[in-house]
T-cell receptor
Framework: AQSVAQPEDQVNVAEGNPLTVKCTYS??????LFWYVQYPNRGLQFLLK??????LVKGSYGFEAEFNKSQTSFHLKKPSALVSDSALYFC????????????FGAGTILRVKS | GAVVSQHPSWVICKSGTSVKIECRSL??????MFWYRQFPKQSLMLMAT?????????EQGVEKDKFLINHASLTLSTLTVTSAHPEDSSFYIC???????????FGPGTRLTVT
Protein backbone atom coordinates (compact mmCIF):
# COMPACT_ATOMS: atom_id res chain seq x y z
CA ALA A 1 0.00 0.00 0.00
CA GLN A 2 1.20 3.48 -0.84
CA SER A 3 2.44 5.13 2.33
CA VAL A 4 1.87 8.70 1.13
CA ALA A 5 -0.77 9.55 -1.45
CA GLN A 6 -1.31 12.78 -3.29
CA PRO A 7 -4.46 11.99 -5.22
CA GLU A 8 -4.28 14.94 -7.60
CA ASP A 9 -1.60 15.18 -10.28
CA GLN A 10 -2.47 18.82 -10.81
CA VAL A 11 -4.51 21.49 -9.08
CA ASN A 12 -5.64 24.61 -10.91
CA VAL A 13 -6.81 27.68 -9.05
CA ALA A 14 -7.40 31.33 -9.86
CA GLU A 15 -5.23 33.95 -8.23
CA GLY A 16 -6.80 35.21 -5.05
CA ASN A 17 -8.84 32.07 -4.46
CA PRO A 18 -8.11 29.61 -1.67
CA LEU A 19 -6.10 26.54 -2.58
CA THR A 20 -5.91 23.03 -1.19
CA VAL A 21 -3.39 20.35 -2.10
CA LYS A 22 -4.38 17.00 -0.68
CA CYS A 23 -2.24 14.42 1.09
CA THR A 24 -3.18 11.23 2.89
CA TYR A 25 -0.88 8.78 4.58
CA SER A 26 -0.95 5.17 5.55
CA UNK A 27 1.69 4.34 8.15
CA UNK A 28 1.74 2.89 11.62
CA UNK A 29 2.65 4.80 14.74
CA UNK A 30 2.87 8.55 15.03
CA UNK A 31 4.31 9.94 11.83
CA UNK A 32 6.11 13.19 11.26
CA LEU A 33 4.53 14.95 8.28
CA PHE A 34 6.08 17.50 5.96
CA TRP A 35 5.32 19.64 2.94
CA TYR A 36 7.98 20.73 0.46
CA VAL A 37 7.78 22.86 -2.67
CA GLN A 38 9.96 22.51 -5.76
CA TYR A 39 10.43 25.10 -8.46
CA PRO A 40 11.71 24.01 -11.91
CA ASN A 41 15.27 22.69 -11.88
CA ARG A 42 15.64 23.43 -8.19
CA GLY A 43 15.86 21.41 -5.00
CA LEU A 44 13.08 21.16 -2.47
CA GLN A 45 12.19 23.98 -0.10
CA PHE A 46 10.75 23.16 3.31
CA LEU A 47 7.28 24.66 3.88
CA LEU A 48 6.03 23.21 7.14
CA LYS A 49 5.91 20.18 9.38
CA UNK A 50 3.71 18.44 11.90
CA UNK A 51 5.43 16.65 14.74
CA UNK A 52 3.01 16.87 17.64
CA UNK A 53 0.67 19.36 19.30
CA UNK A 54 -1.72 21.72 17.54
CA UNK A 55 -3.26 20.08 14.50
CA LEU A 56 -3.12 23.30 12.49
CA VAL A 57 0.40 24.06 11.42
CA LYS A 58 1.46 27.35 9.88
CA GLY A 59 4.44 27.52 7.59
CA SER A 60 6.31 29.61 5.08
CA TYR A 61 4.77 31.93 2.47
CA GLY A 62 1.32 31.90 4.10
CA PHE A 63 0.80 28.16 3.77
CA GLU A 64 -0.77 26.05 6.47
CA ALA A 65 -1.74 22.42 6.86
CA GLU A 66 -4.11 20.56 9.11
CA PHE A 67 -3.26 17.20 10.59
CA ASN A 68 -6.37 15.01 10.76
CA LYS A 69 -5.62 11.77 12.52
CA SER A 70 -9.01 10.16 11.98
CA GLN A 71 -8.83 10.77 8.25
CA THR A 72 -5.06 10.26 8.10
CA SER A 73 -4.73 13.42 6.09
CA PHE A 74 -2.40 16.41 6.02
CA HIS A 75 -3.80 18.75 3.38
CA LEU A 76 -1.89 21.88 2.44
CA LYS A 77 -3.88 25.10 2.28
CA LYS A 78 -3.53 28.78 1.57
CA PRO A 79 -6.34 31.35 1.88
CA SER A 80 -5.38 33.37 -1.19
CA ALA A 81 -3.26 31.91 -3.98
CA LEU A 82 -0.56 33.84 -5.82
CA VAL A 83 0.69 33.20 -9.34
CA SER A 84 4.14 32.76 -7.80
CA ASP A 85 2.81 29.79 -5.81
CA SER A 86 2.75 27.79 -9.04
CA ALA A 87 5.17 24.91 -8.47
CA LEU A 88 5.41 21.21 -7.65
CA TYR A 89 4.38 20.30 -4.11
CA PHE A 90 5.44 17.19 -2.25
CA CYS A 91 3.97 15.72 0.89
CA UNK A 92 6.32 13.51 2.89
CA UNK A 93 6.11 11.29 5.95
CA UNK A 94 8.81 10.12 8.29
CA UNK A 95 8.29 7.21 10.62
CA UNK A 96 10.25 4.42 12.23
CA UNK A 97 8.29 1.99 10.04
CA UNK A 98 10.39 3.27 7.11
CA UNK A 99 13.67 3.50 8.95
CA UNK A 100 13.17 7.11 9.97
CA UNK A 101 13.63 8.22 6.34
CA UNK A 102 11.44 10.62 4.41
CA UNK A 103 8.96 8.93 2.10
CA PHE A 104 7.54 11.24 -0.55
CA GLY A 105 4.24 11.37 -2.30
CA ALA A 106 4.17 11.52 -6.08
CA GLY A 107 3.83 15.29 -6.09
CA THR A 108 1.09 17.68 -7.17
CA ILE A 109 1.56 20.44 -9.71
CA LEU A 110 -0.14 23.63 -8.60
CA ARG A 111 -1.03 26.13 -11.31
CA VAL A 112 -2.32 29.50 -10.26
CA LYS A 113 -3.73 31.60 -13.09
CA SER A 114 -4.16 35.35 -13.01
CA GLY B 1 16.16 27.70 7.45
CA ALA B 2 19.43 25.89 7.08
CA VAL B 3 21.33 26.02 3.80
CA VAL B 4 22.58 23.10 1.78
CA SER B 5 24.68 23.73 -1.31
CA GLN B 6 25.52 21.46 -4.20
CA HIS B 7 28.26 21.71 -6.78
CA PRO B 8 28.16 21.66 -9.71
CA SER B 9 24.61 22.71 -10.54
CA TRP B 10 24.89 21.03 -13.91
CA VAL B 11 27.46 18.85 -15.62
CA ILE B 12 27.83 17.20 -19.00
CA CYS B 13 30.21 14.29 -19.30
CA LYS B 14 31.12 11.64 -21.83
CA SER B 15 30.04 8.05 -21.42
CA GLY B 16 32.58 6.03 -19.45
CA THR B 17 33.91 8.91 -17.38
CA SER B 18 33.29 9.57 -13.69
CA VAL B 19 31.62 12.59 -12.17
CA LYS B 20 31.76 13.85 -8.59
CA ILE B 21 29.00 15.91 -7.01
CA GLU B 22 29.59 17.75 -3.74
CA CYS B 23 27.00 18.50 -1.09
CA ARG B 24 27.71 20.86 1.78
CA SER B 25 25.73 21.96 4.80
CA LEU B 26 26.72 25.58 5.19
CA UNK B 27 25.45 26.57 8.61
CA UNK B 28 24.82 23.38 10.53
CA UNK B 29 26.39 20.02 11.19
CA UNK B 30 24.79 17.33 9.08
CA UNK B 31 24.99 14.07 10.96
CA UNK B 32 22.98 12.37 8.23
CA MET B 33 23.01 13.07 4.52
CA PHE B 34 20.80 11.65 1.84
CA TRP B 35 21.16 11.35 -1.92
CA TYR B 36 18.12 11.32 -4.17
CA ARG B 37 17.55 10.92 -7.85
CA GLN B 38 14.64 12.54 -9.62
CA PHE B 39 13.36 11.80 -13.12
CA PRO B 40 11.33 14.40 -15.01
CA LYS B 41 7.91 15.02 -13.50
CA GLN B 42 8.46 12.31 -10.91
CA SER B 43 9.00 12.15 -7.21
CA LEU B 44 12.34 11.78 -5.49
CA MET B 45 13.88 8.34 -5.25
CA LEU B 46 16.16 7.81 -2.28
CA MET B 47 19.46 6.31 -3.38
CA ALA B 48 21.42 6.14 -0.15
CA THR B 49 21.78 7.42 3.38
CA UNK B 50 25.08 8.24 4.98
CA UNK B 51 26.12 9.09 8.49
CA UNK B 52 29.31 11.01 9.11
CA UNK B 53 32.29 8.72 9.33
CA UNK B 54 30.51 5.54 8.36
CA UNK B 55 29.68 3.74 5.16
CA UNK B 56 26.60 4.70 3.25
CA UNK B 57 23.50 2.54 3.31
CA UNK B 58 22.13 2.02 -0.18
CA GLU B 59 18.52 1.46 -1.10
CA GLN B 60 17.54 -1.72 -2.85
CA GLY B 61 18.43 -1.68 -6.52
CA VAL B 62 21.07 1.04 -6.25
CA GLU B 63 24.55 -0.12 -7.28
CA LYS B 64 26.96 0.90 -4.57
CA ASP B 65 29.98 0.37 -6.82
CA LYS B 66 28.53 2.71 -9.38
CA PHE B 67 27.32 5.43 -7.05
CA LEU B 68 30.11 6.01 -4.55
CA ILE B 69 29.14 8.06 -1.53
CA ASN B 70 31.54 9.56 0.95
CA HIS B 71 30.53 11.46 4.06
CA ALA B 72 33.92 12.44 5.37
CA SER B 73 32.90 15.33 7.60
CA LEU B 74 29.83 16.82 9.26
CA THR B 75 29.49 19.36 6.48
CA LEU B 76 30.46 17.49 3.32
CA SER B 77 29.22 14.51 1.38
CA THR B 78 30.14 13.52 -2.15
CA LEU B 79 28.45 11.35 -4.74
CA THR B 80 30.65 9.95 -7.50
CA VAL B 81 28.97 8.43 -10.51
CA THR B 82 31.55 6.02 -11.88
CA SER B 83 31.73 4.94 -15.52
CA ALA B 84 28.71 7.03 -16.33
CA HIS B 85 26.29 5.97 -19.04
CA PRO B 86 23.46 7.89 -20.71
CA GLU B 87 20.90 6.14 -18.50
CA ASP B 88 22.57 7.78 -15.48
CA SER B 89 21.46 11.16 -16.79
CA SER B 90 19.18 12.59 -14.16
CA PHE B 91 18.66 15.28 -11.54
CA TYR B 92 20.53 14.41 -8.36
CA ILE B 93 19.54 16.08 -5.09
CA CYS B 94 21.28 15.85 -1.77
CA UNK B 95 19.72 16.47 1.59
CA UNK B 96 21.00 16.91 5.11
CA UNK B 97 19.67 16.57 8.61
CA UNK B 98 21.20 17.63 11.90
CA UNK B 99 21.44 15.48 14.99
CA UNK B 100 18.34 16.71 16.77
CA UNK B 101 16.51 18.19 13.81
CA UNK B 102 13.15 17.13 12.50
CA UNK B 103 13.60 19.02 9.26
CA UNK B 104 15.60 17.75 6.38
CA UNK B 105 17.10 20.42 4.13
CA PHE B 106 17.68 19.96 0.44
CA GLY B 107 20.34 21.17 -1.92
CA PRO B 108 19.45 22.89 -5.21
CA GLY B 109 20.20 19.75 -7.23
CA THR B 110 22.69 18.78 -9.93
CA ARG B 111 21.62 18.10 -13.49
CA LEU B 112 23.82 15.34 -14.93
CA THR B 113 23.81 14.68 -18.66
CA VAL B 114 25.88 11.82 -20.01
CA THR B 115 26.53 11.88 -23.74
Amino acid sequence: AQSVAQPEDQVNVAEGNPLTVKCTYSVSGNPYLFWYVQYPNRGLQFLLKYITGDNLVKGSYGFEAEFNKSQTSFHLKKPSALVSDSALYFCAVRTMEYGNKLVFGAGTILRVKS
Amino acid sequence: GAVVSQHPSWVICKSGTSVKIECRSLDFQATTMFWYRQFPKQSLMLMATSNEGSKATYEQGVEKDKFLINHASLTLSTLTVTSAHPEDSSFYICSARGRLAYEQYFGPGTRLTVT
